[in-house]
């Protein structure tokens, strides 16, 4: 009977929203499914993880943590995270399908690719690799069967920081370390931590399997695998497969490095080594083979194999797909012989063992290290105590002068960095404050040069220039800063520079004569206004039938504005226009509402503003007194806005310039 039919999760719909309707396969953290997003119509995969890790509350903590890191990725080269819900007894997660198949089915088929096919396959796996890191995500778990290829010839890599989850889980219940072992690094197998450089070693293992189409380290046991890890150098690709170029040999030894600090620094390194010919591949550090009654975890196995060694792992069983794989009990502390598996070695062997296994229990178990933090933002130095054990609390935060380390960068820790401290010893983090705060200069009236040179010479490196019009400032000065001059700043914060574009022409045509003067006189910029008459029977007397410069001109101190000016035009006689001084129509005296509801603003330019501001309430408007100087103003209306003589509806505010 097929697998789907028997699955009880198979035609369920989970929150209400994803339909259950394929079972694809089964790992050993999660089941896959093919799943429908009823809400959003579309073909999801479903990961659902097992019963029993659902049923750990811290295991499902960790897990809800890391897919939300593995969420946070956004790359065409990440198989994406959409969503991830707890629903009654399931735990799972909601991502892109993909139809296609794994890497490792098609090495299953092919054995060992073309140089030029296996480095166009690892570029879009160290790209997803680089992007991760850049966030600050660690795969873990870094294998061909989650790198997937797609039937349109995608390359993506799969289950981003998923494997923590497990691994902490494992760690917290057991004391061991979970890992597969055909790419886990030495630092992984020996002290059971992993970083970028972690990513790097497999990723190493993994362009090595491609090339070759077998893996470095092999072995009839997952002791004997990890035991090469940690002691033994992965060999050329080119020793076992004639004609690869010395340049990838080499790219691979870097990568696959025992000591972690000789590889590429993470996988956007490794990236660069890969497809730029002009790096330098470098070299790495010499690596010996490790003594006999050296304090590793792991010992050499006896010659002949599986059948003469002493044996750490007992036989377990493990589950195999796409999250799976041969996946390894490493590193438990209690050691286990299993007669009739293993052949006895020597008492001294086993003194050894023993002695070996005490010391490093003593000196690496016992304790942890305080890492390098000094410099690095708060939140990534936290994960960075997180994922070591180090307990930590936060002390009061600092300024760091001349330190080199930016506000909200860790600027100390008590106990220092490298100091020893026991399991459950909170090290002291100090936040930075950034640098103390200085006097900001008065740059108003310099070029923007000038002021970042002046700013600059105060302590403050950090500019955002921006432009506002200006009536008293020339063009291209600086106006003022913010925070405003006097004031004290951190030279870690922005100062933002403001400059005076100038002062535009503004459109005064319609606007009566004083009223335009009054308005170009608000400017302080000296302006030679000349006025000429010009004739239009349609229009006020003294009305501004043109002007030159036209509106939106850059004005500057000293040009010249000419104005024509509408020249009397009201006669003896009926057909005069309503504003004229003899005409019963007159602005002051046209108090009537048209059709629109609409009245005349009357003359107010001239008057005294009090007086001004009666005639206008009078009529219905709202008045606003603006002074044209930003002092207490002249007294007397030198413009309005809108223009007086317009109809406007009742209830208009009208400012009033003085």
């Not at 951190?490 to 933002?496: G, M």
């Not at 709202?622 to 002092?631: E, R």
């Amino acid at each position: 009977m097929d697998a789907t039919q028997v699955d009880p999760l198979v035609g369920q719909v989970l929150d209400g929203r994803y339909r259950v309707e394929s079972r694809v396969a089964r790992g050993g953290m999660a089941t896959v499914y093919v799943g429908r997003d009823l809400k959003l119509d579309r073909i999801i995969a479903l990961k659902v993880m097992h019963q029993h890790l659902a049923q750990d509350e811290e295991f499902v903590r960790r897990f809800i943590g890391e897919a939300k890191a593995a969420a946070a990725l956004s790359h065409p080269n990440v198989v994406a995270v959409y969503d991830q819900r707890v629903d009654g007894a399931y735990v799972y997660l909601t991502m892109e399908y993909l139809p296609g198949r794994t890497l490792r089915d098609l090495l299953n088929e092919r054995g060992r690719l073309p140089v030029e096919v296996a480095v166009n396959i690892m570029k879009p796996v160290l790209a997803a690799l680089g992007a991760a890191h850049r966030a600050g995500v660690v795969h873990r778990d870094v294998k061909p069967e989650n790198v997937l290829l797609t039937t349109d010839g995608q390359v993506k890599v799969a289950d981003f920081g998923l494997a923590r989850a497990e691994t902490d889980n494992k760690q917290t219940k057991t004391g061991v370390i979970i890992g597969t072992v055909a790419y886990m690094a030495p630092e992984q197998v020996i002290a059971g931590r992993s970083d970028v450089r972690s990513d790097v070693y497999a990723a190493g293992v993994l362009l090595f399997e491609l090339l070759t189409g077998r893996q470095p380290h092999e072995g009839d046991s997952p002791l004997t695998v990890a035991y090469k890890h940690v002691n033994d150098t992965v060999p050329l690709p080119s020793s076992l497969v004639p004609g690869i170029p010395p340049r990838l040999d080499a790219v691979v030894t870097a990568a696959t490095s025992r000591d972690a600090d000789s590889r590429p620094g993470d996988a956007n390194h490794f990236y660069a080594l890969l497809t730029d010919p002009s790096l330098a591949v470098p070299a790495p550090a010499p690596q010996q083979e490790r003594p006999h009654n050296a304090t590793a975890v792991l010992h050499n196995p006896a010659p002949g194999g599986r059948e003469s060694h002493t044996g750490i792992l007992p036989p377990v069983h493990y589950d195999t797909g796409p999250s799976g794989g041969d996946q390894v009990l490493l590193l438990d502390r209690i050691m286990h012989f299993v007669t009739g598996r293993f052949v006895l070695v020597t008492l001294g062997v086993i003194a050894s063992m023993v002695i070996g296994w005490a010391t490093w229990y003593q000196v690496s178990g016992q304790y942890d290290h305080v890492p390098k933090i000094i410099g690095v933002p708060k939140g990534e130095a936290i994960n960075t105590l997180n994922d070591q054990g180090i307990s930590f609390k936060l002390g009061k935060a600092d300024y760091s002068d001349g330190q080199g380390v930016e506000k909200g960068d860790v600027a100390a820790v008590d106990p220092g960095v490298g100091t020893k401290v026991k399991p459950g010893e909170a090290i002291t983090l100090v936040i930075s404050l950034g640098r103390r705060p200085k006097e900001i200069p008065n740059v108003a009236n310099s070029s923007v040069e000038e002021a970042k040179d002046r700013l600059g010479k105060a302590g403050f490196t950090k500019f955002d220039v921006t432009y506002a019009p200006s009536d008293s400032i020339p063009k291209d000065k600086v106006i003022k800063t913010d925070p405003k001059a006097g004031k004290d700043a951190s030279p870690d914060e922005t100062i933002k520079i403001v400059v005076s574009n100038g002062v535009a022409m503004p459109n005064v045509v319609g606007r009566l004569k004083d009223d335009a003067n009054g308005w170009l006189g608000t400017f302080n910029l000296r302006l030679n206004i000349q006025f000429t008459e010009g004739e239009d029977r349609g229009k006020r007397a003294n009305e501004v039938l043109s002007q030159t410069p036209p509106p939106g001109t850059p004005l500057k101190q000293g040009d010249t504005v000419t104005l024509v000016i509408n020249k009397e035009n009201c006669f003896l006689g009926q057909f005069n226009p309503p504003w004229c001084s003899n005409n019963a129509n007159n602005p002051d005296d046209d108090d009537s509402v048209d059709d629109q509801g609409n009245k005349r603003i009357p003359r107010v330019v001239g008057r005294p503003v009090a007086e001004a501001q009666q005639r206008l309430q009078q009529r219905g408007f709202n008045v606003v007194i603006q002074h044209s100087d930003g002092g207490a103003g002249s007294g007397t209306v030198q413009r309005s806005d809108p223009a007086e003589g317009n109809r406007v509806p009742q209830g208009t505010t009208i400012t009033l310039w003085d």
